[in-house]
């Protein structure tokens, strides 16, 4: 099947879709120019991908070779920020990447005031001086969990939500985690890693799995995944949430990420920025 493109019946939107790449963009300003660079950078990703994938499967070690292709070479990238929180593979970058190289080749032709990028919820974002982006949290079941505002001042060019009822398979009990970063790759990979943490080691009403059995030639192998996470008792849920935001406020202070906010249960955690506001909050940490 070949790249499909088409303008949303608002106007002022594109959907680009190839195989299990489903993108939304939008762009203010020179947004027909925006829009022609983008479909023309994203007609060849997907194969740029598929040629260079079995590589990008193996866990990141210090040998691992940088692969070849654009999109490849920024989750190689975004894989190494990030490599000494545990086991890890390159395909956790690959939709905040895939994002960032079509903005990117949006900004260069074309002039824009805004513009994202949204790959399933991996956002890559451009704001020009004067300009915010605003957007809902939202949960697996669509309520609302919190609000993000985003200034130009504020430096990020990177959103992204991770969780065990994402599209990817977690190793953590987190419902969702969004993390701020300078760029949708960071994002990405900061995401899944914070999720993960977000755990609780043989707890009875965790039930998983390993990856490669629930999906075929997983890039997470046989790592244990979490398939089902019962009604967790308050003092539980917090002490998951802790968890994972220790491993968020190690990526603060390390400046890989700008901030995150948590989610478990009906519970949350945030890492102190004005720029997410969870509606539910057991406590908020420096």
Do not use: W
């Amino acid at each position: 099947m070949n790249p499909t493109a088409a303008i949303l019946p608002c106007g002022k939107r594109l959907h680009l879709q190839h195989g299990p790449i489903d993108l939304i963009i939008s762009a203010d300003g020179q947004r027909d120019r925006a829009f022609e660079a983008a479909n023309a950078r994203f007609q060849t990703i997907l194969t740029e991908l598929v040629t260079e994938l079995g590589a990008l499967k193996q866990p990141m070690s210090p040998t691992v070779e940088c692969p070849m292709g654009d999109v490849a070479q920024r989750m190689h990238v975004a894989a190494i920020t990030f490599s000494d929180y545990g086991f890890l593979t390159r395909m956790a970058a690959v939709a905040g990447s895939v994002a960032d190289t079509v903005l990117e080749a949006m900004i260069e032709g074309a002039d824009l005031r805004r513009a994202y990028v949204n790959n399933g919820g991996d956002i890559a974002l451009h704001l020009q001086a004067g300009e915010r982006y605003s957007s809902a949290m939202a949960s697996h079941d669509g309520s609302v969990l919190g609000q993000i505002i985003i200034q130009r001042s504020d430096n990020v060019g990177g959103i992204a939500t991770s969780g065990r009822h994402g599209r990817s398979l977690s190793c953590g009990i987190a419902d969702s985690v969004t993390v701020l970063s300078t760029n949708a790759a960071n994002a990405d990979v900061a995401a899944t890693l914070i999720a993960n943490a977000v755990d609780l080691a043989d707890h009875s009403a965790i039930s998983r799995r390993p990856a490669n059995e629930m999906v075929d030639a997983s890039d997470l192998e046989a790592n244990l995944v979490v398939t089902d996470c019962g009604l967790l008792a308050a003092s539980d849920r917090t002490a998951a949430l802790r968890t994972g935001l220790d491993c968020a406020l190690t990526m603060v202070n390390r400046n890989t990420i700008h901030g995150a906010a948590l989610f478990l249960q009906g519970e949350a955690l945030a890492t102190d920025t004005n720029m997410i506001s969870p509606h539910t909050r057991t406590k908020e940490y420096a």
